[in-house]
């Protein structure tokens, strides 16, 4: 189980941080991911974490302003939003259990959290 939390108003230039608490053992898995959606449109990729060597990848629209880590907690992945674009507002969802395939892919991961709201005005 995938749970989101952060998620919030705020103006642009401004910054939010997005946490995923996950149960069970989604480290077993290769990458975890962030992905957000607007309403009538495809879930895209924002930012993908691979675990083995801790490398990162980040959708060209969030290059420079977003960032994926680990948290400090057990099984918590974070996303830090920088210079938040009104662009930016949408519900964000964090992914686990790779199954291969593209890291920015939704078809690439099984399981999902169940959303976070991020607006910027």
């Known amino acids: 189980q995938l749970v989101e939390s952060g998620g919030g108003s705020v103006q642009a230039g401004g910054s939010l941080r997005l946490s995923c608490a996950a149960s069970?053992?989604?480290?077993?898995?290769?990458?975890m991911a962030w992905f957000r959606e607007l309403p009538g449109k495809e879930r895209e990729g924002v930012a993908a974490l691979y675990f083995a060597d801790g490398d990162a990848v980040y959708a060209d629209s969030v290059k420079g302003r977003f960032s994926i880590s680990r948290g400090d907690a057990t099984n918590t992945i974070v996303l830090q939003m920088n210079s938040l674009k009104p662009e930016d507002t949408a519900m964000y969802y964090c992914?686990?259990?790779?199954?291969?395939?593209?890291?920015?892919?939704?078809?690439?991961?099984?399981?999902w959290g169940q959303g976070t709201q991020v607006t910027v005005s």
């Open positions: 992914a686990a259990g790779y199954v291969g395939g593209a890291l920015l892919g939704p078809q690439s991961y099984r399981y």
């Open positions: 069970g053992n989604p480290y077993s898995a290769v990458c």
